[in-house]
Nanobody, 118 residues
Framework: VQLQASGGGLVQSGGSLKLSCVAS????????MGWYRQTPGKQREAVVL???????VYSDFAKDRFAVSRNSARNLFFLEMTRLKSEDTGVYFC?????????????WGQGTQVTVSS
């Protein structure tokens, strides 16, 4: 499975962006999708993890500002980011995981740059 992330760009502080991630193949019914980011000088960190069945966990910095959603029929998932801050600047990656038997399959998108100007 290949993931293609898009939607990043340059936005002013307080603005919004909506990131998209499309999978090259049909998404399996039971899966975990996530958005991660790597901000300057820091390791990659989770933004949100979203499991089928509606179990979603946001990192503290993402709560009340970011929202994850899906269009499973089109193999799409999204991250809508509002009230962006300069510290949100970084590369955002989508991630898709599922179990194939006992084997965990993990796929990453290539990343999309988000730059928030103050």
């Amino acid at each position: 499975v290949q993931l293609q992330a898009s939607g990043g760009g340059l936005v002013q502080s307080g603005g919004s962006l909506k990131l998209s991630c499309v999978a090259s193949r049909d998404i399996v019914n039971s899966n975990l999708m996530g958005w991660y980011r790597q901000t300057p000088g820091k390791q990659r960190e989770a933004v949100v993890l979203d499991a089928t069945g509606g179990n979603t966990v946001y990192s503290d910095f993402a709560k009340d500002r970011f929202a994850v959603s899906r269009n499973s029929a089109r193999n799409l998932f999204f991250l809508e980011m509002t009230r962006l801050k300069s510290e949100d600047t970084g590369v955002y990656f989508c991630n898709y995981r599922y179990y194939e038997g006992a084997r965990l399959r993990t796929f990453w998108g290539q990343g999309t740059q988000v730059t928030v100007s103050s």
